[in-house]
């Protein structure tokens, strides 16, 4: 919609007058986001974006780069103008609070008896002192606006500034870089308002000193060691806070990361706590007479109350403004130094490269020419946030060198080696993705990148395809059908329009890594980087993509293939051969053979399809939940339920100690007036009365201490309980929640929802009970003196409740819409982290930068409206003006701010307690029907009668009576078709879904044992590993539950010993988060390790070699043959040749078992698994019955006797092969 300010006169902006048609419309019906108002053109994130990184790119050419002296082009050069107005603003606004005190006193001096004014001077001075509460009023409600409003804009140009960055680093965690945009920003914004009172609050406070000392004399050197000695104690305390804070920053990232670690921090201190106690401690400085100190005895009151007025103002720029600057800004710097280091990591000229190809010289004929290229370690390892290392170019740190070969257009190269050998490292130095040294590089032409791990976003079959170039039919169709994907497209609903999920959860391990390649092969250019594209294809598919994508839709094309399988290479192919990083061999394949090196040849045997959960219902199954957005006002439930959480009693206990403290002070300040005016009649002080008043003033101090602590541990409380609660909660959620609600919808509770609750509710909860007393024994002691006030004042309150209704109302929808368009921006940012790489190499950084500035202005189109929306009620609330003269002004206005605050605060609560309210799988922690014995269970013994497995209560089972036994010992191998539900059975053992019939594991029925003490006894290797980004021992071993030896052996099982030496950092060496610093294979292996630590009966590897090169195939299952030979092994298979070797074979088709029985047997009838095999050709079977009489043979092969011996005998067994 029109921004109606953009035409709006002063006076309709200066008053916010421009919002009153926006507020009219919000009265009759719920705003959507189509509905909020554009931003102003200087408020955009592109105009933001540009300016501020014009500025960045200028201090980023000035090394080093002091804190200074980039506070100062980032922030001063870029957003001078909005504080030059906000520091005017406010600066004027201290100056109509400075002159009440003069035009009070003056009033009052009309009521002595001899009277310094006229009657129409003092109706003058009223109006006058009317006036001047207005204008401040409203100047202090437009300065908060200004705040707001630059604070959107500061949180709007680094949003994308921290995107453009993230997109420029290789080695990257998802919590770092959502922490930064969700409250690195959130301080740095505070803390720039801090700033204005940082450099304001010092020049009001002497000003304000003058005038004391120009009313007392010699005397306000005493109130001035009073004051020095409070603000200095309170500047501690903020410096204090403030390092705390930079504490819990770090601390953040980690639990965005892992959002399991929970943070016990102190909250946000509120450094304006003393702010009610400075009156009583300057006020005993006046009752301290003697010790030579010159003041007058006969005091006139006009001259005590100006004096009073002006200590009033000067506490809150000593008490509050003074001491909120020095925690906010000192935290505010710091979280900038964090932003600084991050944005210092790499070059942000990389990414905005405007030449497409990386070429260091032109060359017609379009080749690669590489000459002793060196490649170094480059990204950070260690703690995500701290002081991390970052490696130099030394030789320590070398891992690639001697690279030297030369590719001319139409040829193709493959790159080979064993497992960590470094070819994908290569890959990185050619794409410049690591720091390298050469002394020739040429790459002639534009490039094209295939990533090893695929990259699949949130979004369709096409989209996934384009990403972002224009679509072209003739050649789309050409790139589908070379990636063997028209079939499995054409058997959709949707077709291409099909949503693949978050990350491709609809896909399967094949489909991803074909529409990985399609999205290569779509981008024009002259060089194709393709990193094992191939591995997760079954050798029928395998064949037929490398024939029609690879040698003929790129015959023309220059191109490097990374592989393992071997087969596909000819002896005239050339060959690049890597072994620990160097270059071992490059020429053609045929001399390649006969050198002594020795790689395993894959088997060419078929393979059953990956898992994939499209079908023709694809279209309401994949889509996930938008996300939910709720209207009309915070329910009462979600104030208890933050009360519960907290605990009511300290709740209350804290609003009463308060309530105390405020009545006390009252009371106090009441007997310092009848102090005053005796000693003015008898011309000297009562110094029994004096003393007992500076005693009443230590008892203030303590309840006021002890409120506050019980308001701090109730808030406290309240953080922990709801995090925790949240975190358990997501945890026990059944696995379709995580299917059905983005990244970024769960990460947006955890990042900005919980820092709202630990920071800024806490202030607020405070503020509102403190004011909020306040306000109650201001106006119950204005009752007691004046009456008929109390009948204005429900005027007012019924006319200011009108108001406060419509705004609050609007403010607080404004605020979800806020919450909700959060959500896409951090999923945005974390569906693109693992693939930077891509988005870089086929030059769609720009692309996907509007993107993200799409999504960030749709955020702060809704924190503009909120934001405005919050700033009207200041206006409202001017014609309660009068008031101030009862000193009740401020408070009611800052009250009924905070109010607004408070309501829109909780619906972080709010939406935190709705993840609380979805359901929780089965008994996970709860009281079980059967306690095991301890020793259970001491066999893998595993029987299913009929068990029957559904993921949605209204759909039809994926599981249908199934029905086996496995023995101790056995190994099983599970096959079926896509989507037949040989992957349910997983599901089912683990009960990851809901479940009936009988599970009976060594004679004890699962299915009445609470859930984490069935699951533990089971270990699963799963098709995509697994890492987690901490140390290696921890990935291991999370509980800490084993010595350093026994983790050495299962990593030399593994062969992944020479990878972590047993040097200085050893099992302590830092795995970044995914495991991004291993190669898949590796990440595999570390699996392994795990499961050979955990020591289970049972072992089930989920197409765990589905991905994985042949050489770490063959190493899985020389572990499987070795370590778990008493184990019972449980083999979702891919390939056929992994399971060839079972003794038992489940065939599943339809959710129920076809077939049972020795695969060997099953190959040699006329059989299911036989089609199965015969899938590509009749000479695979014969090829898997070769390679399974083989296996038997070489491996014993007593214990396979053994497995075979137990198993159930079948209609399709053939007994005489027994």
Not at 58 to 66: D, N, R
Request: with cysteine; hydrophobic share 40%.
């Amino acid at each position: 919609m029109n921004n109606p300010e953009k035409t709006a006169n002063f006076l309709s902006k200066f008053t916010l007058w421009w919002m009153n048609d926006f507020l009219k419309v919000c009265r009759t019906k719920e705003i959507e986001q189509n509905e909020l108002y554009d931003l102003n053109p200087n408020e955009t994130s592109n105009y933001l974006h540009r300016i501020l990184l014009k500025n960045l790119d200028k201090c980023l050419e000035m090394k080093p780069i002091s804190s200074l002296k980039f506070f100062y082009y980032v922030i001063v050069k870029t957003f001078k103008n909005d504080y030059i107005l906000m520091l005017s603003t406010c600066a004027l606004a201290e100056i109509f609070r400075t002159s009440t005190p003069v035009l009070l006193s003056i009033l009052i001096s009309y009521f002595e008896d001899e009277p310094k004014v006229n009657k129409t001077m003092s109706y003058l001075v009223a109006i006058g002192l009317f006036l001047v509460n207005i204008v401040f009023g409203q100047m202090n409600g437009w300065y908060f606006h200004l705040a707001g409003i630059n604070a959107m804009k500061v949180r709007s140009a680094f949003t994308t500034i921290l995107k453009t960055k993230n997109d420029s680093i290789l080695q990257l965690t998802s919590g770092r870089i959502i922490n930064h945009i969700s409250t690195d920003i959130e301080i740095l914004t505070k803390g720039l308002v801090g700033g204005c009172f940082l450099i304001l609050s010092p020049i009001f406070s002497a000003i304000l000193l003058i005038l004391i000392i120009y009313e007392t004399g010699s005397f306000a050197f005493s109130l001035i060691g009073a004051i020095a000695a409070i603000t200095i104690f309170q500047s501690l305390l903020s410096m204090k806070g403030s390092s705390i804070r930079v504490k819990i920053g770090n601390e953040t990232d980690k639990r965005v990361k892992f959002m399991n670690e929970i943070i016990v921090g102190i909250k946000v201190i509120k450094m304006y706590t003393f702010f009610t106690l400075y009156q009583p401690l300057m006020v005993a400085t006046l009752l301290h007479v003697g010790n030579g100190l010159n003041l007058k005895t006969n005091w006139p009151l006009t001259s005590f109350f100006r004096v009073f007025s002006y200590l009033q103002v000067l506490q809150v720029h000593c008490g509050f403004y003074l001491p909120f600057a020095l925690f906010e800004f000192p935290t505010a710097i710091k979280s900038l130094r964090r932003i600084k280091e991050f944005l210092e990591e790499a070059d942000l000229k990389k990414f905005y490269k405007e030449e497409e190809n990386i070429t260091d010289e032109t060359i017609d004929n379009s080749v690669i020419e590489i000459a002793d290229l060196k490649g170094y370690r480059n990204y950070r390892e260690g703690n995500i946030s701290g002081k991390d290392k970052i490696y130099k170019k030394n030789e320590k740190n070398l891992i690639l060198q001697g690279i030297t070969f030369q590719i001319e257009r139409g040829q193709l190269l493959f790159v080979i080696g064993h497992v960590g050998a470094g070819k994908t490292t290569l890959m990185d130095a050619l794409l410049k993705e690591i720091d390298i040294e050469y002394s020739k590089r040429i790459i002639g032409g534009n490039i094209s990148y295939s990533s090893q791990e695929p990259w699949i976003f949130n979004g369709s079959i096409r989209d996934n395809i384009l990403l972002e170039e224009e679509y072209f039919e003739l050649k789309y169709n050409t790139i589908l059908s070379s990636c063997c994907l028209n079939v499995d497209i054409s058997n959709l609903t949707d077709g291409d329009a099909t949503l693949v999920g978050e990350r491709g959860l609809m896909l399967s391990g094949g489909q991803k890594a074909r529409i990985n390649l399609a999205r290569s092969l779509y981008k024009e250019a002259d060089v194709y980087i393709l990193d094992d594209p191939l591995s997760a294809l079954d050798a029928r598919v395998c064949q037929q993509v490398y024939q029609k994508a690879i040698k003929t839709f790129l015959a023309e094309k220059a191109v490097i293939l990374v592989t393992h399988r071997l087969n596909l290479i000819r002896n005239k192919d050339r060959v690049l051969f890597l072994e620990n990083g160097r270059q071992k061999f490059i020429g053609e394949y045929d001399d390649f053979k006969k050198t002594a090196v020795s790689l395993n040849q894959p088997e060419v045997v078929n393979s059953v399809s990956t898992k994939s959960l499209l079908s023709k219902k694809t279209k309401s199954e994949a889509k996930l939940k938008e996300e939910n957005i709720k209207y009309g006002k915070v329910g009462i439930d979600v104030y208890w339920v933050y009360l519960k959480s907290g605990r009511a009693l300290i709740a209350m206990l804290a609003s009463i100690l308060l309530l105390t403290g405020f009545s006390y002070n009252t009371y106090n300040n009441y007997s310092l007036l009848e102090i005053v005016r005796k000693s003015n009649s008898t011309k000297g002080l009562d110094m029994n009365k004096a003393y007992l008043f500076l005693g009443n003033i230590f008892v203030i101090w303590l309840t006021f201490a002890l409120g506050l602590i019980s308001m701090s541990n109730f808030t406290t409380t309240a953080s922990r309980n709801l995090h925790n609660k949240l975190f358990q909660k997501i945890m026990m959620a059944p696995c379709r929640i995580f299917d059905e609600n983005s990244t970024g919808q769960i990460v947006n509770r955890f990042s900005r929802d919980i820092g709202f609750i630990d920071n800024l509710l806490p202030v607020i909860v405070y503020d509102i009970n403190t004011v909020f007393m306040g306000i109650i024994t201001a106006i119950g002691f204005t009752f007691y003196v004046i009456p008929y006030v109390v009948i204005v004042s429900v005027f007012l309150c019924l006319i200011l409740a009108y108001v406060i209704y419509y705004v609050i109302r609007t403010s607080r929808h404004a605020r979800r819409l806020e919450a909700a368009a959060r959500s896409p921006l951090y999923s945005a940012i974390s569906d693109t982290l693992p693939g930077l790489r891509t988005i870089r190499t086929l030059g769609v950084s720009d692309k996907y930068l509007a993107k993200v500035q799409r999504l960030s202005e749709e955020h702060t189109k809704a924190w503009y409206m909120f934001i405005s929306l919050s700033s009207t009620i200041s206006p409202s609330l001017m014609g309660l003006a009068v008031i101030n003269i009862l000193n009740i002004l401020e408070p009611f206005e800052f009250f009924f701010r905070m109010l607004t605050e408070l309501e829109n605060a909780m619906t972080s609560v709010e939406r935190i307690n709705e993840y609380t309210k979805i359901e929780s799988e089965h008994s996970l922690h709860g009281k079980p029907e059967l306690e095991p014995p301890k020793d259970w269970p001491s066999t893998g013994k595993l029987q299913f009668e009929n068990v029957v497995l559904q993921y949605i209560p209204e759909k039809s089972p994926v599981l249908n009576d199934i029905s086996f036994t496995f023995e101790n010992g056995e190994k099983i191998g599970v096959v079926g078709r896509t989507g037949a539900g040989k992957s349910s059975l997983l599901v089912a053992m683990l009960r990851l879904a809901k479940t009936s019939g009988k599970m009976i594991l060594d004679g004890i029925d699962m299915t009445k044992l609470c859930l984490e003490a069935t699951r533990k006894h089971f270990s699963v290797i799963p098709q995509d590993p697994v890492i987690f980004g901490t140390t290696l021992r921890k990935n291991l071993d999370p509980f800490n539950e084993h010595k350093d030896t026994d983790i050495w052996l299962a990593l030399e099982r593994t062969q992944l010993s020479p990878k972590f030496v047993k040097g200085v950092e050893g099992l302590n060496v830092e795995l970044t988060e995914s495991g991004a610093n291993l190669s898949y294979g590796e990440k595999q292996l570390v699996c392994l390790a795990r499961a050979l630590l955990k020591k289970t009966k049972i072992l089930i590897l989920d197409e765990a070699t589905a991905n994985v090169d042949e050489e770490t195939d063959e190493i899985i299952q020389k572990v499987l043959r070795d370590a778990f030979y008493q184990c019972t092994v449980i083999t979702i298979a891919h390939r056929l040749n992994t399971i060839v070797n079972c003794g038992r074979v489940l065939v599943i088709g339809n959710g129920k078992i076809i077939e049972d029985g020795d695969p060997l047997n099953l190959l040699k009838i006329n059989s299911e698994f036989r089609r199965l095999a015969e899938y590509d050709g009749s000479s695979n079977v014969d090829k898997l019955l070769k390679m399974g009489e083989e296996l038997r043979n070489d491996n014993g092969t007593e214990l396979l006797k053994d497995s075979i011996s137990n198993n159930h005998n079948s209609d399709v067994v053939d007994d005489t092969i027994l």
